[in-house]
């Protein structure tokens, strides 16, 4: 089969060269096309009627004299041309033609016709008629005929989707990005104090930035929608954000940016721009995560010098509620339905898991490579959960919800003395706090890493834990050894039971524990120095001061770094 039979290429614009554009000479018949003769009703177009018209497009105008290719057409063709409307836009030579037949007789000379040694490539398309050259005045009264049909009071409602096809408009190019000067002009004149919502549907917008002044003169607008354009990413409503600051409704139903974001990054986006929006295509937005009642304006705290580490009130209220919180935890399941009193009543608890492995271990692994059901079940670590609805399902919400979940952990050992604290420079004063520990998952260890941020309770002089987040991996032997040599530790570890070392009460564990966080020395130093202070914390930490300046501790008595 010849190259040259299949008639009919397309242009950058999309036209149809309906003659094929072989070379001078070569006779190939139009190419059928279905697109148009299979719709109901006859040859209606892309644009819904029954115009006869067609749009004749010719390209590289400049290479030829426009005369003497119209006196071509007329000696080679037997139909009457009759072009109207002929004129140049940029490079192309466009006009139209009345009927089929008149276009069937043009789009043959297509590939033959040649002017200057340039060989002329005709592309035709449907039409609704030539296009109207009206004066400014007379295209914004054409417009605001159109718009006040468009226009509903009721409502407070102007429906722009596709304004560009309206039946009123045919001949004029309405696309919204050309005419937005001329629609924001009537609004401010007409209803910019009464419109809340507009439908901007179906227009091929790719960004707000081309209705900019449609936005701009709408400014009591709370709705919008921006179905079936070419929104790609939240970065093209950016001008819808910056005139539309109230917006409570919006859809973007059917724009790619919908289809090529994850869905949580999609809704995150959106509502970044749009604080106040409830509405996400046709959807309420789920209620936000938050600690306080919002204010209409989301300011933040001024800042200020931070003093709650260098007060010794505070830092021995930080002291007291981890230790206190440790003995509770430690103390096994049956304890743990206590740490309710140390929870906010909206605080988040999330659990994250690492796969990292080491070799070597003697015998039967007790630290096997894979990680628990029980805690991959529950792993929000985004390396490994890569889709959000799913991490998003797994962060516990709620004082309750994370309570129970805590109790629901296997064994625990925290090591006391790992208690790492720091603060915010914020108003508020919000203290971070991490400890380290291990976890018995079903006979099989775990190390831990545990980060909490705690808000102060002037009221109470202590604290409560906004966000509690356990980061799990797998341990080794190193570590249990590890945790058994620290202050306040038991001899097994993690422990199983709540009972204190043998002679001494939890009270006084909890004691040992506090002087072994402030003053780093080993376990039984401390209860060398509680004994000599009888008991008494301040005594004892003033005892360990003057020892301390005097040179009387030996180093041995500290722990190793």
């Not at 940029?90 to 002017?115: C, E, P, Y």
């Not at 009071?153 to 039946?167: C, G, W």
């Not at 915010?424 to 018995?440: P, R, Y």
Request: with cysteine; aromatic share 6%; charged share 25%.
């Amino acid at each position: 089969v010849s190259t040259q039979s299949t008639g009919g290429n397309m242009d950058r614009d999309g036209d149809t060269d309906m003659g094929g554009g072989g070379p001078s000479g070569y006779q190939s018949r139009p190419r059928y096309n279905p697109g148009y003769h299979r719709r109901p009703g006859g040859n209606k177009g892309k644009f819904g009627n029954n115009s006869a018209w067609w749009k004749i497009v010719v390209h590289e105008a400049q290479k030829f004299d426009q005369t003497h290719f119209f006196r071509m057409l007329d000696q080679t063709t037997n139909e009457n041309i009759d072009p109207k409307n002929i004129k140049l836009e940029k490079n192309k030579l466009v006009f139209w033609v009345k009927n089929h037949r008149a276009k069937d007789a043009i789009m043959k000379q297509s590939g033959k016709l040649t002017l200057k040694d340039h060989t002329i490539n005709l592309f035709a398309r449907p039409s609704p008629g030539p296009e109207s050259e009206l004066s400014g005045d007379q295209l914004k009264a054409k417009i605001c005929s159109v718009l006040e049909g468009r226009y509903s009071v009721v409502d407070k409602k102007l429906d722009l989707s596709e304004f560009n096809r309206d039946k009123d408009l045919v001949g004029i190019r309405a696309q919204l990005f050309v005419i937005s000067n001329v629609i924001g002009e009537l609004i401010t004149e007409k209803c910019a104090d009464s419109l809340e919502e507009i439908d901007f549907s179906r227009n091929m917008l790719k960004h707000t930035g081309c209705i900019r002044s449609i936005l701009s003169a709408a400014k009591n607008i709370t709705r919008v929608s921006l179905e079936y354009n070419m929104m790609n990413s939240e970065s093209d409503l950016k001008a819808l954000s910056e005139h539309c600051p109230n917006l409570t409704h919006l859809s973007l139903k059917e724009n790619p940016a919908k289809k090529l974001m994850e869905e949580a990054k999609y809704i995150a986006g959106i509502r970044r721009l749009f604080p106040k929006l409830i509405h996400l295509d046709d959807l309420p937005l789920p209620e936000k995560i938050t600690f306080e009642d919002e204010e209409d304006e989301v300011k933040l705290p001024a800042t200020k010098q931070s003093t709650i580490l260098l007060e010794p009130l505070p830092r021995q209220a930080l002291e007291r509620f981890f230790l206190k919180y440790i003995e509770i935890h430690d103390g096994g399941k049956g304890n743990r339905a206590d740490l309710v009193h140390a929870y906010h009543e909206k605080c988040l608890f999330s659990i994250a898991c690492s796969w990292r492995t080491r070799s070597g271990n003697e015998g039967k692994p007790k630290f096997p490579i894979k990680m628990p059901l029980e805690l991959s079940k529950k792993n929000r670590n985004f390396r490994h959960i890569t889709k959000a609805e799913l991490r998003e399902s797994r962060l516990i919400v709620g004082r309750d919800k994370v309570v129970s979940e805590v109790n629901e952990m296997g064994d625990t050992k925290h090591i006391s003395h790992s208690l790492c604290i720091d603060t915010s420079t914020l108003e508020d004063n919000f203290v971070t706090a991490v400890l380290t520990g291990v976890v018995d998952c079903q006979t099989e260890y775990r190390s831990f890493s545990r980060t909490f941020i705690l808000c102060p309770v002037p009221e109470t002089s202590s604290y409560l834990i906004t966000n509690d987040q356990l980061s799990v991996i797998r341990t080794d032997n190193d570590l249990v050894k590890k945790i058994e040599s620290v202050p306040g530790s038991s001899s097994a570890a993690p422990s199983t039971s709540g009972a204190a070392t043998p002679g001494y009460t939890p009270e006084q564990e909890a004691l040992i524990g506090r002087v072994g966080v402030a003053t780093k020395m080993t376990r039984e130093a401390c209860i060398q120095l509680l004994t000599a202070a009888q008991g008494d914390y301040n005594q004892a930490i003033a005892k360990f001061a003057e020892m301390k300046n005097a040179g009387q501790i030996p180093a041995n008595f500290f722990l190793s770094a």
